[in-house]
């Protein structure tokens, strides 16, 4: 069974514990934000970023966990989708976006959101329902075949994009089998994806075993077992029907 991280995940409560943990959210975000802030800079240095910087705030000025990534321009197009796949991989880390095109084309401010609507359209999805698997096995649960059909019409309108899947498992058992079936089962999801129409080039599975666990949860709970999806969006496209096609 799979279960995607805090906040994307709705856990079964009383109404109360929500607006607990929203209450939570809201006085450690600052925290928080800067956790993730000082891993992503050491991910960007590790990937040869240069002078790249993440910026977690919005034009408003708000706390966000979807990096806008600055400067880079003079980067190697591969060095780039490295540095920003590096980001996206960090724990905390939603959908990253440049804030140019790296293919130097005037891009639509009001399509540059693009990687941000399908990183929030995919955690909407999966916000009340889990992708689940046969227990032990990196088989899909029959019941997640629907819920993966609007997973992949949802990633469609960011083709181009890169969209890491990555599997996570709790501290039961050896690690060493937890990061393989973890691999697996990501694997798995990527592949039922590109059954529907998503291209493979755009999918990046990795499994983390159980060394990130959620927030708040000790490290043997049963809810680390997830999938989660990070969208990487250098550049944002208007969904056309090739970008829609069919499952077959």
């Not at 096995?137 to 083709?159: G, H, I, K, N």
């Not at 708040?216 to 496209?237: C, K, Q, Y």
């Amino acid at each position: 069974m799979t279960r995607l991280r805090v906040p994307f995940l709705v856990i079964a409560g009383a109404a109360a514990s929500g607006v607990l943990a929203f209450a939570s959210q809201i006085a450690h975000g600052p925290a928080l934000i800067a956790g993730i802030e000082g891993r992503a800079a050491r991910a960007i240095a590790a990937s040869g970023g240069g002078d790249v910087t993440a910026r977690f705030r919005t034009a408003n000025g708000w706390l966000t966990r979807h990096p806008v990534l600055d400067g880079g321009r003079t980067l190697d197009p591969a060095v780039r989708a490295r540095v920003a796949a590096a980001v996206a991989a960090q724990p905390g880390v939603g959908g990253v976006q440049w804030s140019f095109d790296p293919a130097r084309r005037p891009v639509d401010p009001a399509l540059r959101q693009g990687g941000l609507r399908c990183q929030g359209d995919v955690d909407a999805i999966l916000k009340t329902r889990t992708i689940r698997f046969a227990e032990g096995r990196a088989t899909l649960d029959p019941a997640s075949v629907t819920l993966l059909d609007e997973v992949a019409a949802a990633l469609r309108p960011c083709r181009g994009s890169i969209i890491a899947v990555t599997g996570h498992t709790d501290a039961q058992g050896a690690e060493e089998a937890n990061v393989a079936l973890s691999l697996e089962r990501a694997r798995t999801v990527r592949e039922a994806l590109v059954r529907r129409g998503i291209a493979r080039a755009d999918l990046r599975a990795r499994g983390m075993g159980s060394a990130e666990p959620v927030a708040g949860l000790e490290p043997d709970d049963p809810a680390n077992r997830r999938i989660e999806f990070s969208v990487v969006s250098p550049v944002s496209l208007k969904p056309t029907p090739i970008d829609t096609p069919g499952p077959g």
